[in-house]
């Protein structure tokens, strides 16, 4: 059974900083691309970044220079660090791990981020 925890949301004034954490149970970690997407209220989910088994990343323009995403398989987890946050970033996030061997997609609970101005 996969499963995905998110965790580091909270409250941060514009331009400050944070970090996400995505940890990852019940499957060969390595080998999935890991991804953040958000949430905002009243829009569509989003695509925030996604990196690869073999750490290519990919970032929404909109997030670009300002968050950066990594993974440590040693310990099933990827990260989203995020600065110079602005309240358009203000949304749920949601960790996603795609299992190529199935095509398969799994999500975490979301973990929300507000920022406040």
């Known amino acids: 059974q996969v499963q995905l925890v998110e965790s580091g949301g909270g409250l941060v004034q514009r331009g400050g900083s944070l970090r996400l954490s995505c940890a990852a149970s019940?499957?060969?970690?390595?080998?999935?691309?890991m991804g953040w997407y958000r949430q905002a209220p009243g829009k569509q989910r989003e695509l925030v970044a996604t990196i690869t088994s073999s750490t290519s990343t990919n970032y929404a323009d909109s997030v670009k220079g300002r968050f950066t995403i990594s993974r440590d398989n040693a310990k099933n987890t990827v990260y989203l660090h995020m600065s110079s946050l602005k309240s358009e970033d203000t949304a749920v996030y949601y960790c996603n791990l795609y299992w190529p061997i199935t095509r398969q997609d799994y999500w975490g609970q979301g973990t929300q981020v507000t920022v406040s101005s």
């Open positions: 019940g499957i060969i970690f390595g080998v999935a691309r």
